[in-house]
């Protein structure tokens, strides 16, 4: 009779070690995928980091040519020359 129930006994907890190991597993496989997440996400910001000084330097090139362009165009030139003639009267 005792070594029946110390049977039973090691068998129960044969099958909780079973039960356990497979959530272990499991953790183990969401641990991964939400670390691959994590990764993904910080690529991501990374990325985006990156785009926003492009931007930031794009910007100022891009002002620096627009000025200059619009010194250039004759119009502004006609402008300038009207300007100057008229400060000489």
């Known amino acids: ?3 029946e129930r110390y049977v039973g006994h090691v068998r129960r907890l044969e099958e909780e070690v079973v039960a356990a190991k497979g959530h272990v597993e499991a953790a183990r496989k969401d641990l991964e995928e939400h670390q691959q997440e994590a990764l993904h996400a910080e690529d991501t910001l990374d990325l ?11 910007n100022a090139e891009v002002s620096a040519h627009d000025r200059s ?13 009207r300007a100057r003639t008229w400060r000489r009267r």
Do not use: F, K, Q, T
């Open 69 to 81: 362009a619009r010194r250039s165009h004759p119009a502004a030139i006609a402008r300038a020359n």
């Open 48 to 58: 985006l980091e990156e785009l926003r000084h492009i931007d930031d330097g794009l």
């Open 1 to 3: 009779m005792r070594y």
